[in-house]
DNA sequence: ATGGCAGTACTATACTGA
């Protein structure tokens, strides 16, 4: 059993990316982020046609995550309100950033964590309170799955070996210290980063800037992750980056993550 | 210190991303 994330920056755009490295990696399931796309223009044919239940949550322009899986996902739920009550979610949900589905009695849990842009933004508060009650809603999925991969693009760099440069990173977005604590306190639930039982070392990344030439100086930040609940972190075999998306004409600036159990 | 690149919506340039 193979599952990936993989923030497509847009699923038009790199649809014929998505299905080759579909054929090729015949992951059993691919958790996607930055869509882009309503859910009435997904395009589901293409994955049907390459052998894959698509399941979305979109808009427009902005954010959207789906879900593709060679065999159909069971209780596949959208967004926090599907879970929380509305008093805890507010308009959090205006913002298509959580899918969920079961898959062999593992509850995969997709999140495009918002970006949060500058320090002193009211994205970047945003970010911290959606991290507060993405940590209400995966304590309650726990309270009936407990077995849980939670998958995505995280924007946050966990330590500062997942950062080409670290210099100075406690001013910038995605490195900060709030950021970093905000996520630990989510992953205390009983969550943990399954890319580190595999690898120690730095200089593993999974996003490089468009500029400045940043692939080809393989200047990169480590923030797509899969965060696995205690037995199924043992249960995995592997868990690694494949860079050759990112080399193609017309790239994601993210490439795909793949964990094996 | 700043901007750089890319996608979308819209048709020139603004917004967003990270």
Redesign the pocket.
Known sequence: MKIATW?V??????LAHVTDWLTSSSVDVLCL??T???DDLFPQAAFTEVGYHSYFYGQ????GVALLSRSPLEKVQMGFGAVLPESLVGDLDE?KRVITGVIDGIQVVNL???????LDSD?YVYKLHWLKVLREYLQTLLETSPSLLVCG?F?IALEDIDIHNPKGREKQ??ATDAERDALRNVLELGLSDVFRKFTAEGGHFS?W?????AFRRDAG?R?DHHYLTPELYQRAIACRIDKEPRKLE?????TPVIVEF
């Open positions: 923030n920056n847009s699923i038009r755009t790199r982020q930055e882009k796309v309503p427009k322009s902005y954010n913002q495009y964590v918002p970006n949060g842009s500058a994205k693009d924007n977005v995605m996003w800037d468009y500029r400045s030439a930040w923030i017309q790239p994601s600036d993210h």
